[in-house]
């Protein structure tokens, strides 16, 4: 039997970066993955090929609306969809052996196979022939992820209804697309199809878009959307799909109940969130515990119930992102370590790679007044900006909020091109516990779209200097 320090059951985000940051400290480490590529959902089905569509869209878009502006006439563009995908594939290939090549560099055992928890310290390895091995584990960290939730009356086939894994392998451009979810995946992949021709139509059955995110934020941002030209159907739910046609026909009718509609489309793309995935994981015969959501109910310090078994990223409480992942699997590396390891949830930044993008850190407005806590507001927006203005990139704005008392930047929220690099910034200042005089006193290159930041700082206090 094959004994190690640490045997980490996924390869997604957290728990690569949690293998590679054990063997580091001197760990005699193992993976387990069911996938035959290293990187779970993010590098594989998720995060990375997304980007790249998202990219590739973009400029597809640019050649036909921004670049004549510019003086560059390249004519109308032809899209090449197989090429663009494998554009795609080719830099998720590189990303998944960049996990495969960190593994051999830091000694960590990969097995391939289904991983399956027997008990404390011990995992099993079901390869795809049949064949079992027993791993020996003084500790065990479960990194399986999430994985896509369903829709009742609406069934994924990833060929004409399909989650966000279908929807990054389409073999043409649908001419209608209805998305049913209005979050970051629903917005992300609907935006892909929408610059590449299809007329999307989104249908949320919250009131808003972006549930959870600043409210002035997504109310901005749907209109942004709109300018562009996606469709959407707030405070709706989709009760069910006939598949029987060659259009598939969506029964919409209000959230609240009352006269349902039939809208038409040729995909359907499924983005109502995701679950966490324990399926086939052993838990309940190990005595691991769930909480109500079906999440590995963990202490603050990512222990289960049972010794020696951890879990991290989505399979446990808090926002389903890779980034919130790599910290943890850093922190329960250090800890077993004996170090102390930590994750600051107040400083998880979120994005929506959109164009323009949207990125967000710490506290909403609406978080703040259901706390009763006193802030002030700073804001900025990106047509005051010289960058954005001679790049004619001027949609968005900079918002800063900040404790009455203390000045403390409490939550910082940007709409604007590059917003996802900007926002960093801001987190830095808070994991510091900076305030916004500390920003607005810090000097920004010029000209830069960075400089919104600190104007937003400004504004707080009211002296914001261009506007």
């Keep these: 039997m094959a004994s190690y320090d640490l045997v980490v059951i996924g390869t997604g985000p957290g728990g690569y970066v949690c293998a590679i940051r054990a063997a580091q400290l001197g760990m005699k480490v193992a993976v387990v993955e069911k996938w035959p590529t290293f990187g779970g959902?993010?590098?594989?089905v998720g995060c990375i090929p997304s980007k790249a569509l998202l990219q590739a869209s973009e400029r597809y878009e640019e050649v036909t609306h921004m670049l004549p502006k510019m003086g560059i006439g390249v004519g109308k563009p032809k899209l090449d969809l197989a090429t663009m995908m494998k554009f795609k594939?080719?830099?998720?290939d590189g990303n998944v052996k960049g996990v495969d090549f960190l593994f051999k560099k830091n000694k960590i055992t990969p097995y391939v196979g289904t991983g399956r928890i027997v008990s404390a310290g011990k995992v099993e390895v079901k390869?795809?022939?049949g064949k079992t091995e027993i791993l020996d584990a003084k500790n065990i960290v479960i990194a399986t992820g999430s994985d896509v939730a369903k829709l009742k009356g609406v069934d994924i086939d990833e060929k004409r209804i399909v989650s966000s894994t279908g929807a990054l392998v389409l073999d043409k451009v649908p001419e209608k697309m209805l998305v049913i979810g209005a979050g970051v995946i629903g917005l992300e992949l609907g935006s892909v199809w929408r610059r590449l021709g299809s007329q999307v139509t989104v249908v949320e059955f919250l009131d808003r878009i972006l549930p959870g995110m600043d409210g002035e934020i997504a109310?901005?941002?749907?209109?942004?959307l709109e300018k562009q030209g996606m469709t959407f159907r707030l405070g709706a739910k989709v009760t069910g799909a006939d598949t029987s046609g060659k259009k598939l026909k969506a029964s919409v009718e209000p959230a609240a109940g009352g006269k349902a509609e039939t809208i038409e489309a040729d995909v359907v793309l499924v983005a109502i969130g995701r679950v966490p995935y324990t399926e086939g994981l052993g838990l309940k015969e190990a005595g691991v515990a769930l909480d109500q959501r079906g999440r590995v109910q963990t202490d603050g310090h990512f222990a289960t119930n049972v010794k020696g078994i951890y879990a991290i990223g989505d399979v446990i409480a808090g926002p389903m992102l890779a980034h919130k992942a790599e910290d943890e699997g850093i922190a329960i590396a250090e800890i077993l370590a004996g170090q102390a390891g930590h994750t600051n949830y107040d400083v998880i930044p979120g994005v929506v790679y959109t164009f323009p993008e949207v990125a967000t850190v710490g506290k909403t407005e609406e978080e703040l007044k259901q706390a009763g806590v006193a802030y002030n507001v700073g804001k900025f927006p990106f047509t005051a900006n010289g960058r954005t203005k001679v790049n004619q990139t001027t949609d968005g704005f900079v918002k800063i909020l900040a404790d009455a008392k203390t000045d403390r930047v409490l939550g910082a929220h940007i709409i604007g091109a590059e917003a996802g690099e900007m926002i960093h910034e801001?987190?830095?200042?808070m994991e510091f516990g900076g305030s916004a005089e500390d920003l607005a006193r810090t000097c920004h290159a010029h000209p830069t779209r960075s400089e919104a930041v600190k104007e937003a700082a400004l504004a707080v206090a009211k002296r914001a200097i261009h506007m």
């Design 426 to 429: 801001a987190a830095v200042l």
């Design 219 to 224: 109310r901005s941002f749907q209109r942004i």
């Design 127 to 129: 390869s795809g022939d």
């Design 41 to 44: 959902t993010c590098l594989n």
């Design 89 to 92: 594939t080719d830099g998720v």
